[in-house]
């Protein structure tokens, strides 16, 4: 009894010397450590490393930017199982520890201790955890987890257990970019966290401890394991029951690598914001910024499926180039066997001996591969790695015999193309010639080459190419300058080239309208104006003399500005701006907008000699549509930042105002005030004009616009010399838009704008202003209507018959026709004499 009295007293004194070297162990380490600590505090208000997002006007996603994918999410926003599935994997104990857990740090000494003073696991709780992510290094040292240890008690007192396990879920690594639990759901199952099944919360929830060695995509078989571990532990805890756990574990892994998608499809404008963001921010792909653009998230797809469509059109119209990529493998050892006889071909001449030895050893790869009866498993991993482009799918030719093709697509299936998806594949020799029809599908592509296909409303395939021709299609608000949207090239992924923005085109026939426009607003001219379109030939400034051209060859003779403009008559431009003056129709296109730096000062600006970018010449064409007002074009309209979306800028844009008096600065629209833009043009002349533009679709070079059947809609073509560039530009009250065709090399297309870019404009605007009640601009109360006489533009008198109704400003009326017309009658030759013309010659 003395003896267990005195062991229980030593037992005792022992406790308490544990106990108070324990606590003088902590308070020295505290006192020791504590002056080097960070700030607690600073995770109240601790902003995350989240990326660049852009948006369009009604917040649908276009793009994202920045390496550490992030979707923040609140405490209440997390889903219990997904917490419990958490707390299973990391720290049952989390609700109930004051940020350390003993046991844990037991287990961590013994590790220490036979490390020799490197720590191995470490113990950490989740409090500990969030210490060491947001205020200390990644380092295993003792030191650190001392820190650690301190850190965490702090946080404790000053931080609630919801928030410190907010921080803990939005900043954690879990694997493929993915930072936080919402963006691995994203990540791995394409889909928000609140809608992840139990099993898929916990596969998430084993990732933390090793994102590479517990990643599903990496190691299906080893994250299977840790993820039923945790279901075991949370049917353990209390947190499922027997069924829920039974269903989980036997849910199969379905975790899948998912890139962000876009809601709306516009690379072309998510890469002009981002580029915005970086020319004015440092941090900013981690700086939490978010740009919400004037793109109209109904606009965009359909300006970028009119100029797909529209390209592979004209692709189709000039022939089959051939497949991508010709006699492809079928298997991984077949093209293991071609590479290393193609590697070793180039070495023959160095060592004939390396040569003969890879040989064989191909011809061994080559006799095993005969032996396997359908395997494609190389051309699925080319179809893999081979990106969709715009709407054409990559494919492998499988069979190509009599009038059918059959092609291996991406998702492994195989489609049959018929006859009427092949018979437009004439072989293509240039722009303007094609070689025969094909008789057979053989002589289109054979087994093993890569071809695209695209899908036809009806579901069938057809088979195409990716376009050699590139476009742009710009739409703009005219009464704002907002792009609305923008297609830039074919495709982002095949070129990145801006072609709105970047590519200076000459822009032809449809810079017409702005010389037409500046004799109109000088109220020298009007639509009845009469002008020869007859041959001119000058000096154009060197040896040679220049002698332009109708672009059908022939000549009028005196012309209506109206008809000349409808037809689109180069001669009459031509003599158009020589009456005006060069300089100063210049100066008037300068105040319009246009640099005059960069316009030609010779008469070759009347044919549209000037390059300008599909972007700037959108924006000539919205001053049009509002009326004369020089609105400007504007993309970025609102840019914030961090979690409560702190506004960086907002755009101030120039508006169309026309019933604001001349020298008002600002007007209210919708409960935001704008500046008023700057009239340029008299609205009384740009009224004849947008009248004159819609001759041009109703009898002139842009009929086809007809079958919009829409009165209110106007526009001009162009094509430049040798055909390179193909132009449609028009508009309506509402949306003015601008299409371009051309290729990057500036070689010809062979085409008229007529042919390659007004069908893509049509196409759009017919399915932009579908449902779109029409409308038509008010008439100025200065414009009348007069009958004149179609041959000399005079007005007539009212006993005087037949003319036609044309549009004048009331102050600036041509001279009537005389009652009689002198006629030279010569008797012998029986001819008559011309009636006398008020025309410029």
């Given at each position: 009894m003395k003896f267990l009295r005195t062991l229980t007293f030593s037992a005792f004194w022992l406790l308490i010397s544990l106990t108070t070297a324990s606590v003088l162990a902590v308070v020295g380490a505290a006192l020791y450590f504590a002056p080097g600590l960070p700030d607690v505090r600073q995770l109240q208000d601790y902003e995350l490393q989240t990326p660049l997002r852009i948006f369009t006007r009604d917040d649908k996603l276009i793009g994202e930017f920045g390496e550490e994918r992030r979707l923040p999410v609140e405490f209440d926003e997390?889903?219990?199982?997904?917490?419990?599935?958490?707390?299973?994997?990391?720290?049952?104990?989390?609700?109930?520890?004051?940020?350390?857990?003993?046991?844990?740090?037991?287990?961590?000494?013994?590790?220490?201790?036979?490390?020799?003073?490197?720590?191995?696991?470490?113990?950490?709780?989740?409090?500990?955890?969030?210490?060491?992510?947001?205020?200390?290094?990644?380092?295993?040292?003792?030191?650190?987890?001392?820190?650690?240890?301190?850190?965490?008690?702090?946080?404790?007192?000053?931080?609630?257990?919801?928030?410190?396990?907010?921080?803990?879920?939005?900043?954690?690594?879990?694997?493929?970019?993915?930072?936080?639990?919402?963006?691995?759901?994203?990540?791995?199952?394409?889909?928000?966290?609140?809608?992840?099944?139990?099993?898929?919360?916990?596969?998430?929830?084993?990732?933390?401890?090793?994102?590479?060695?517990?990643?599903?995509?990496?190691?299906?078989?080893?994250?299977?394991?840790?993820?039923?571990?945790?279901?075991?532990?949370?049917?353990?805890?209390?947190?499922?029951?027997?069924?829920?756990?039974?269903?989980?574990?036997?849910?199969?892994?379905?975790?899948?690598?998912?890139?962000?998608?876009?809601?709306?499809?516009?690379?072309?404008?998510?890469?002009?914001?981002?580029?915005?963001?970086?020319?004015?921010?440092?941090?900013?792909?981690?700086?939490?910024?978010?740009?919400?653009?004037?793109?109209?998230?109904?606009?965009?797809?359909?300006?970028?499926?009119?100029?797909?469509?529209?390209?592979?059109?004209?692709?189709?119209?000039?022939?089959?180039?051939?497949?991508?990529?010709?006699?492809?493998?079928?298997?991984?050892?077949?093209?293991?066997?071609?590479?290393?006889?193609?590697?070793?071909?180039?070495?023959?001449?160095?060592?004939?001996?390396?040569?003969?030895?890879?040989?064989?050893?191909?011809?061994?790869?080559?006799?095993?591969?005969?032996?396997?009866?359908?395997?494609?498993?190389n051309w699925l991993q080319v179809l893999e790695r081979t990106p969709a482009l715009g709407p054409l799918q990559p494919a492998i030719v499988v069979e190509s015999e009599g009038r059918e093709m059959r092609v291996l697509t991406r998702q492994g299936e195989v489609a049959t193309l018929a006859w009427d998806g092949l018979d437009w594949a004439r072989p293509y020799r240039s722009a303007r010639s094609r070689g025969p029809a094909p008789s057979s599908a053989a002589e289109i592509a054979s087994p093993g080459d890569l071809v695209r296909i695209l899908e036809r409303e009806d579901g069938s395939w057809r088979l195409s190419q990716q376009p050699e021709a590139q476009g742009s299609l710009v739409v703009m608000d005219p009464q704002t300058g907002a792009i609305l949207a923008l297609q830039a090239g074919f495709d982002f992924n095949a070129s990145k080239f801006n072609r709105a923005t970047q590519a200076r085109r000459q822009a032809g026939s449809i810079f017409k309208p702005f010389v037409y426009l500046a004799a109109l607003n000088s109220g020298e001219m009007n639509p009845a104006s009469i002008i020869n379109d007859a041959p001119v030939v000058m000096q154009d400034g060197s040896d040679e003399l220049w002698r332009p051209n109708n672009s059908s060859g022939d000549f009028l003779g005196p012309t209506r500005l109206r008809v000349a403009l409808a037809r689109s008559r180069n001669l009459v431009t031509i003599r158009l701006l020589q009456t005006l003056g060069l300089e100063r129709t210049i100066g008037f296109l300068e105040e319009f907008g246009f640099d005059a730096e960069r316009l030609p000062h010779g008469l070759s600006l009347a044919l549209g000699s000037t390059s300008l970018t599909p972007l700037e010449m959108t924006r000539g064409y919205a001053v049009l549509a509002n009326g004369g007002f020089a609105v400007e074009p504007w993309l970025i309209e609102r840019v914030t930042r961090g979690e409560d979306q702190t506004v960086i800028e907002e755009a101030d844009p120039l508006v169309a105002c026309r019933e604001c008096a001349p020298d008002q600065q600002r007007v209210e629209r919708d409960g935001?005030?704008?500046?008023?833009?700057?009239?340029?043009?008299?609205?009384?002349?740009?009224?004849?004009?947008?009248?004159?533009?819609?001759?041009?679709?109703?009898?002139?070079?842009?009929?086809?616009?007809?079958?919009?059947?829409?009165?209110?809609?106007?526009?001009?073509?162009?094509?430049?010399?040798?055909?390179?560039?193909?132009?449609?530009?028009?508009?309506?009250?509402?949306?003015?838009?601008?299409?371009?065709?051309?290729?990057?090399?500036?070689?010809?297309?062979?085409?008229?704008?007529?042919?390659?870019?007004?069908?893509i404009w049509v196409d759009f605007m017919g399915r932009a202003l579908a449902g779109r009640p029409e409308r038509l601009p008010e008439r100025p109360q200065e414009i009348v209507v007069r009958r004149v006489d179609p041959d000399t533009g005079r007005l007539l008198h009212d006993d005087q018959p037949g003319g036609i109704e044309e549009l004048f400003r009331a102050d600036h009326l041509p001279g009537y026709q005389p009652r009689r017309v002198d006629q030279a009658v010569e008797q012998e030759s029986g001819s008559q004499g011309t009636a006398t013309y008020e025309a410029i010659f």
């Open positions: 997390i889903p219990p199982e997904m917490v419990q599935a958490l707390l299973a994997a990391e720290d049952a104990g989390y609700f109930d520890h004051h940020g350390v857990d003993p046991k844990g740090l037991a287990r961590a000494a013994v590790e220490l201790i036979a490390s020799g003073g490197d720590i191995q696991s470490g113990g950490s709780t989740i409090t500990m955890q969030v210490a060491r992510n947001y205020l200390l290094t990644l380092d295993r040292t003792f030191t650190r987890k001392i820190r650690e240890i301190l850190l965490a008690l702090q946080m404790e007192q000053i931080l609630s257990k919801e928030e410190i396990l907010e921080l803990y879920v939005n900043k954690i690594f879990l694997g493929h970019r993915a930072y936080g639990i919402a963006a691995a759901a994203e990540v791995y199952y394409d889909r928000p966290l609140s809608e992840l099944t139990l099993a898929q919360q916990a596969m998430i929830a084993g990732l933390p401890k090793a994102p590479s060695a517990f990643n599903p995509l990496a190691n299906a078989e080893r994250a299977l394991i840790r993820r039923n571990w945790i279901l075991f532990r949370m049917r353990e805890l209390g947190f499922i029951d027997q069924a829920a756990y039974d269903e989980a574990v036997q849910a199969p892994v379905t975790a899948r690598r998912h890139v962000a998608q876009a809601e709306v499809p516009a690379d072309y404008v998510a890469e002009m914001a981002r580029q915005y963001v970086v020319d004015r921010f440092d941090d900013a792909y981690t700086g939490g910024y978010r740009v919400t653009t004037t793109l109209d998230s109904e606009l965009q797809p359909l300006a970028r499926q009119a100029l797909a469509k529209g390209l592979i059109a004209y692709d189709t119209r000039h022939g089959w180039r051939g497949p991508e990529q010709s006699e492809i493998p079928r298997s991984l050892a077949e093209a293991q066997a071609q590479t290393d006889r193609q590697g070793l071909e180039e070495e023959l001449a160095e060592s004939p001996e390396v040569m003969a030895t890879a040989r064989r050893a191909a011809e061994r790869s080559q006799t095993e591969v005969e032996g396997i009866e359908g395997d494609v498993s935001e005030t704008y500046r008023v833009a700057p009239r340029v043009a008299d609205p009384a002349a740009v009224y004849l004009l947008r009248d004159m533009l819609r001759d041009v679709v109703e009898r002139g070079t842009a009929r086809r616009a007809l079958s919009l059947e829409r009165s209110d809609i106007v526009g001009k073509t162009g094509t430049t010399n040798d055909q390179r560039d193909a132009w449609f530009a028009g508009f309506n009250t509402d949306l003015a838009a601008t299409v371009w065709v051309g290729k990057d090399d500036n070689t010809p297309t062979a085409e008229y704008g007529s042919q390659a870019a007004l069908p």
